[in-house]
């Protein structure tokens, strides 16, 4: 029996992806039967097939494949879960690398405990890990009546872990914010389309979202593990903090995150950062945008009207992107100049 399939979605990534291979390999016997790798290479142009299928050659449980065309990341994601055979399924985004040692205790854990769902931790790999304290209590185990204490999901694709059962159930994305969805749903677009396009940048928090919708967590198990798992690194094809694509995807972060907050009420967490996404991480991130210059004052605009925001935060929102640009770079000098003076007296 596969108990836990490692999932590689890459697109025009090869470099990063070796070394995601080979922080796996280092963890798992070619021999393991519990284990295997699938790696899902989205129509690339830089070999990322052929990379992956060399150094994956001499291990029984991998399977490499590649898209004729690109089939967008929520389509590469669903693949993935399809053509998988493990119990649980953990998306290892390109780039990003698992600690030594743990996926030996994660693959306990899931054998023992049998949950639906959960994340380990992780910390980005330019901070300095290695000073990173061993948590407390290395594992937090809830339901329904604990819904308050751990984490259902996290943004980042390599901190989940999820029975592949709910990937494989996943509906077609239907977060508002896109426009694609919104044709979709007034039976304007085919499905196929749908898939294919970039409409859904966190497919894996949609189909967790989806699940708690419709099973609700009577019955569920999730887990947090504090031990640190996974180091995130840089994102070749990454469009966090530019333009258009950034807005959008933080928009559809907020409209999932409240989706989720309406499923379970009683969750303290989600209701935390369902209230934060639409309040000053939004203004936070406006300013950035608009401190970078990358998106207009009507196009911001225009990709957060889906969210309920209140009216004082609205007006907010709409006073930070329309901010003359010389008070922009006069605010971000002032803020690094204050953080200038407090790290020199800190050292003192």
């Given amino acids: 029996m596969i108990l836990l399939t490692l999932a590689l979605p ?14 796996i390999l280092q963890g798992v016997s070619p021999s393991n039967p519990s284990v295997e790798i699938v790696v899902s290479d989205n129509n690339s142009a830089d070999g990322a097939y052929s990379v992956s299928s060399e150094m994956l050659a001499g291990y029984k449980n991998a399977t490499v494949i590649r898209q004729k065309t690109n089939i967008g990341f929520a389509g590469n994601l669903k693949a993935l879960a399809e053509c998988s055979r493990g119990e649980y399924i953990w998306f290892v985004g390109a780039g990003d690398t698992l600690v030594p040692n743990q996926l030996r205790e994660i693959l306990r854990f899931l054998e023992k405990h049998m949950p639906d769902f959960g994340t380990v931790h992780g910390r980005f790999n330019f901070h300095r890990y290695w000073e990173y304290e061993p948590p407390e209590q290395k594992l937090r185990i ?30 077609l994305p239907l977060t508002k914010s896109g426009l694609e969805s919104s044709a979709f749903l007034a039976g304007e677009l085919d499905p196929l389309r749908l898939w294919e396009s970039e409409t859904s940048f966190w497919p894996h928090l949609e189909a967790i979202c989806q699940y708690v919708e419709r099973k609700g967590l009577v019955s569920s198990t999730w887990f947090e593990y504090h031990e640190l798992s996974v180091l995130l690194n840089h994102n070749k094809n990454g469009t966090w903090d530019k333009g258009l694509s950034a807005m959008k995807i933080f928009v559809q972060w907020a409209e999932i995150t409240e989706r989720t907050r309406r499923a379970i009420p ?13 309040g000053k991480h939004l203004l936070k991130f406006l300013f950035m945008l608009r401190k970078d ?28 992107v329309n901010l003359p640009r010389l008070i922009v770079t006069a605010l971000v000098s002032s803020r690094e100049g204050t953080i200038f003076v407090r790290r020199a007296f800190s050292r003192k």
């Fill in 266 to 278: 009683t969750a303290k967490w989600i209701e935390n950062l369902d209230k934060e996404l639409r």
């Fill in 293 to 320: 210059q990358t998106l207009s004052p009507t196009v911001a605009m225009r990709q957060i009207e889906p969210l309920k925001l209140s009216l004082a935060r609205r007006t907010l929102a709409r006073m930070i």
């Fill in 10 to 23: 890459v697109y025009n990534d090869a470099t990063a992806l070796q070394g995601t291979i080979e922080s």
């Fill in 142 to 171: 809830a339901n329904s009546a604990k819904a308050s204490e751990v984490s259902l999901f996290n943004h980042a694709l390599s901190m989940n872990i999820m029975k592949r059962s709910i990937m494989i159930d996943y509906d």
